[in-house]
């Protein structure tokens, strides 16, 4: 089978790890992590490269809701196979209940890996990526006070106390984990390493698709979120998605 791949950089390196055990050909490209701070843009951008893919067996989105950037996203004449993950975390540690039983209790925490720290970004969290200056920048930018309200808002405490940064192990990255644990040293927060796992990539590439860790959309149909914890997304058949041949 022949597949197109577009994922965002966070699995660049995990994807890179089990590539060659995949019996299909694919071709990849990485979009840049930042990406997901505009989800009308990011849906925009992978909606463009799904109407360009004119052959293969299956377009693999490296993607999971991603703060519903994968909501509305039109298969057209190809398969779109994606994530059943409400974001890169459910996947690092290789299944969403497992994020969910970790997380849920707090879901603003951040979590790091590997990619995220090669990708520029010390941590995800909440939605959002922790980037964009430190707070001694900010401070020189901004003046104290501003600062201080800036990194409030952006490292929520749970019973007075910021979270903890959690580190997802899949691949060796000494090196990113050191730059995860000085980040969270530097913001006075705990720093705690979780074991990872491989497998939702291994079988993406694989064709291995199960219902309960991935979302096939056919031709003609877009993928719809759901709102719950469980199905996450689904698809629906789209009245605005053309199928013709020649179209």
């Known amino acids: 089978?022949?597949?197109?791949?577009?994922?965002?950089?966070?699995?660049?390196?995990?994807?890179?790890?089990?590539?060659?055990?995949?019996?299909?050909?694919?071709?990849?490209?990485?979009?840049?992590?930042?990406?997901?701070?505009?989800?009308?843009?990011?849906?925009?951008?992978?909606?463009?490269?799904?109407?360009?893919?004119?052959?293969?067996?299956?377009?693999?989105?490296?993607?999971g809701l991603c703060g519903t950037a994968a909501a509305g996203l039109c298969a057209r004449r190809i398969p779109l196979v994606l994530f059943r993950s409400h974001d890169c975390g459910g996947?690092?540690?290789?299944?969403?209940?497992?994020?969910?039983?970790?997380?849920?209790?707090?879901?603003?925490?951040?979590?790091?890996?590997?990619?995220?720290?090669?990708?520029?970004?010390?941590?995800?969290?909440?939605?959002m990526a922790a980037g964009g200056g430190t707070y001694a920048e900010w401070v020189e930018q901004y003046g104290e006070e501003e600062a201080q309200y800036l990194r409030d808002a952006l490292h929520p405490r749970l019973d007075g106390r910021l979270q903890p940064i959690f580190f997802i192990h899949t691949v060796p990255a000494p090196e990113a984990v050191a730059a995860c644990r000085a980040c969270a040293a530097q913001e006075e927060r705990e720093f705690r390493e979780l074991e990872?796992?491989?497998?939702?990539?291994?079988?993406?590439?694989?064709?291995?698709?199960?219902?309960?860790?991935?979302?096939?959309?056919?031709?003609?149909?877009?993928?719809?979120?759901?709102?719950?914890w469980e199905r996450i997304m689904v698809s629906v058949p789209s009245a605005a998605v053309s199928v013709r041949p020649d179209v």
């Open 91 to 127: 996947v690092l540690l290789g299944s969403r209940c497992r994020f969910e039983e970790i997380f849920r209790p707090m879901p603003s925490t951040p979590f790091a890996s590997a990619g995220m720290v090669s990708a520029g970004q010390p941590y995800f969290s909440d939605g």
């Open 196 to 228: 990872g796992s491989l497998q939702l990539v291994r079988m993406l590439l694989a064709g291995d698709w199960t219902e309960a860790d991935f979302l096939v959309v056919p031709p003609g149909h877009r993928v719809h979120h759901t709102g719950d």
């Open 1 to 63: 089978m022949k597949f197109k791949v577009f994922s965002c950089r966070v699995f660049q390196p995990e994807f890179e790890a089990v590539r060659a055990e995949s019996p299909h050909e694919f071709e990849l490209e990485f979009l840049d992590i930042a990406e997901h701070l505009q989800p009308a843009v990011l849906r925009r951008k992978l909606q463009q490269r799904i109407d360009e893919t004119v052959d293969g067996d299956a377009i693999l989105l490296g993607y």
